[in-house]
C-alpha cells in the first residue's frame, strides 16, 4: 500500500527559509541559530497559508456551472449521429437538380423523419454575402433526396438541411446540418442592406414594429412583424407550410441558421392575427448583423422579405 508521506513543519520550514534566503539581494541574515530561522520560516508559511485561506474564504458559493446545451446550426455535416454527405452539388449558373444522402451511423440511408410543418426535410440554400437565399423541400427516392435548384450567379454558397428524427418531440429542436460548395464565375457581390423599419412585396407592407432597434445578444427577444395591405389594413395571411410565416435567421459573420415560426394566436393555432402582428422569439448569441428572411402566403401567393437587424 502505498503512503503519502507528510513533511514535518520543520522540514518545511527549512525549504522555506532556504528559498527566501537565497532570493534575497542582501545575504546578512544570520546562519547560525537554527530554531530562529524555524521560528521565522514558521511565521512565514502562516501568513501565506492566512492569505489564502482569507481569499479563498471571501469568494462567494457557487455551484458549478451546467454546460451549455449546443445546438445544430448548419455550420457542420455531422451532428446527432447523422451524416449530410452530397452527391450532386451545383457547379454552374442556371437550373440543376441537387443530391444527397443522410445517413446514421450505421451507415444507412435516412428516409424517414417526422412531418414537421407539412415536410420530412426543409433545405435552404444562402450565397456568403447573404444573397440568393431558396427554401426547398426536396423528395426523396432510390437512397437520395434530391430537389430542383436554380443558381443565379457564381461565388461561395451553403446549403442547409433541417429535420426532425422520429422519436423526437415535433416541439424540440431540429437537426440542422451543411454543407458549402462554390459555383465558379464571375460573381457580382451584394452588401448587406442597412436595417430598415419596412419592407414592400407586392401589395404588402411588412413593418418592424421596434423599427431598425438594436437587439441585444444573449437575452430573450421579442421579434415583431405586422403585414398590411396597401391601405394599411391587416393582411389576408393564410397558412403556409403549416405556419402562417416562417424566419430564417443567419448570423452574418459565421452563417449561422436559426429558422423561427410566430407564437400562435389563437387556442388551436387556427387563426390568422386579426391585426396582422406576428411575432417570434429568439435569442442571439452572438453580437453582430443577423440577415433574416420572412416568408408568408397571402392571396394564394407566397411572399418573401428580407431584414437586417444588428445585435449588441
Given at each position: 500500500?502505498?503512503?503519502?508521506?507528510?513533511?514535518?513543519?520543520?522540514?518545511?520550514?527549512?525549504?522555506?527559509?532556504?528559498?527566501?534566503?537565497?532570493?534575497?539581494?542582501?545575504?546578512?541574515?544570520?546562519?547560525?541559530?537554527?530554531?530562529?530561522?524555524?521560528?521565522?520560516?514558521?511565521?512565514?508559511?502562516?501568513?501565506?497559508?492566512?492569505?489564502?485561506?482569507?481569499?479563498?474564504?471571501?469568494?462567494?458559493?457557487?455551484?458549478?456551472?451546467?454546460?451549455?446545451?449546443?445546438?445544430?446550426?448548419?455550420?457542420?455535416?455531422?451532428?446527432?449521429?447523422?451524416?449530410?454527405?452530397?452527391?450532386?452539388?451545383?457547379?454552374?449558373?442556371?437550373?440543376?437538380?441537387?443530391?444527397?444522402?443522410?445517413?446514421?451511423?450505421?451507415?444507412?440511408?435516412?428516409?424517414?423523419?417526422?412531418?414537421?410543418h407539412t415536410k420530412q426535410l426543409h433545405l435552404y440554400v444562402l450565397r456568403d454575402d447573404m444573397s440568393?437565399?431558396?427554401?426547398?423541400?426536396?423528395?426523396?427516392?432510390?437512397?437520395?433526396?434530391?430537389?430542383?435548384?436554380?443558381?443565379?450567379?457564381?461565388?461561395?454558397?451553403?446549403?442547409?438541411?433541417?429535420?426532425?428524427?422520429?422519436?423526437?418531440?415535433?416541439?424540440?429542436?431540429?437537426?440542422?446540418?451543411?454543407?458549402?460548395?462554390?459555383?465558379?464565375?464571375?460573381?457580382?457581390?451584394?452588401?448587406?442592406?442597412?436595417?430598415?423599419?419596412?419592407?414592400?412585396s407586392g401589395p404588402f407592407t411588412v413593418t418592424r414594429l421596434d423599427g431598425p432597434a438594436n437587439l441585444?445578444?444573449?437575452?430573450?427577444?421579442?421579434?415583431?412583424?405586422?403585414?398590411?395591405?396597401?391601405?394599411?389594413?391587416?393582411?389576408?395571411?393564410?397558412?403556409?407550410?403549416?405556419?402562417?410565416?416562417?424566419?430564417?435567421?443567419?448570423?452574418?459573420?459565421?452563417?449561422?441558421?436559426?429558422?423561427?415560426?410566430?407564437?400562435?394566436?389563437?387556442?388551436?393555432?387556427?387563426?390568422?392575427?386579426?391585426?396582422?402582428?406576428?411575432?417570434?422569439?429568439?435569442?442571439?448569441?452572438?453580437?453582430?448583423?443577423?440577415?433574416?428572411?420572412?416568408?408568408?402566403?397571402?392571396?394564394?401567393?407566397?411572399?418573401?422579405?428580407?431584414?437586417?437587424?444588428?445585435?449588441?
Amino acid at each position: 500500500m502505498n503512503r503519502h508521506v507528510v513533511p514535518s513543519v520543520e522540514r518545511v520550514a527549512e525549504e522555506v527559509w532556504g528559498a527566501a534566503v537565497s532570493s534575497s539581494p542582501v545575504r546578512m541574515i544570520s546562519r547560525s541559530s537554527r530554531l530562529a530561522r524555524i521560528a521565522v520560516a514558521v511565521t512565514m508559511v502562516a501568513g501565506a497559508a492566512g492569505a489564502v485561506y482569507l481569499v479563498a474564504d471571501s469568494r462567494p458559493s457557487v455551484a458549478p456551472a451546467s454546460p451549455a446545451r449546443v445546438y445544430s446550426d448548419g455550420l457542420a455535416d455531422s451532428y446527432d449521429g447523422y451524416t449530410l454527405i452530397p452527391i450532386t452539388l451545383p457547379s454552374r449558373r442556371g437550373a440543376t437538380v441537387l443530391e444527397f444522402r443522410i445517413v446514421g451511423t450505421d451507415g444507412a440511408d435516412n428516409a424517414y423523419f417526422q412531418w414537421v410543418h407539412t415536410k420530412q426535410l426543409h433545405l435552404y440554400v444562402l450565397r456568403d454575402d447573404m444573397s440568393g437565399y431558396q427554401h426547398l423541400h426536396p423528395d426523396y427516392s432510390d437512397g437520395r433526396w434530391r430537389a430542383p435548384i436554380a443558381i443565379g450567379d457564381g461565388g461561395a454558397y451553403r446549403m442547409y438541411t433541417e429535420f426532425t428524427p422520429v422519436g423526437r418531440a415535433a416541439t424540440d429542436d431540429p437537426t440542422v446540418l451543411g454543407v458549402p460548395f462554390v459555383v465558379p464565375g464571375d460573381t457580382t457581390m451584394v452588401p448587406v442592406p442597412a436595417p430598415v423599419a419596412q419592407v414592400r412585396s407586392g401589395p404588402f407592407t411588412v413593418t418592424r414594429l421596434d423599427g431598425p432597434a438594436n437587439l441585444v445578444s444573449g437575452q430573450q427577444t421579442v421579434l415583431s412583424f405586422r403585414i398590411t395591405n396597401a391601405d394599411g389594413t391587416p393582411a389576408p395571411l393564410e397558412p403556409y407550410l403549416g405556419a402562417f410565416a416562417h424566419l430564417s435567421n443567419f448570423e452574418v459573420r459565421t452563417q449561422k441558421l436559426m429558422h423561427l415560426h410566430p407564437l400562435p394566436t389563437s387556442l388551436n393555432g387556427d387563426l390568422p392575427p386579426a391585426d396582422g402582428v406576428l411575432q417570434f422569439h429568439a435569442v442571439f448569441a452572438e453580437r453582430g448583423d443577423q440577415r433574416m428572411f420572412l416568408q408568408f402566403q397571402a392571396a394564394g401567393k407566397v411572399h418573401q422579405v428580407a431584414f437586417t437587424v444588428f445585435a449588441t
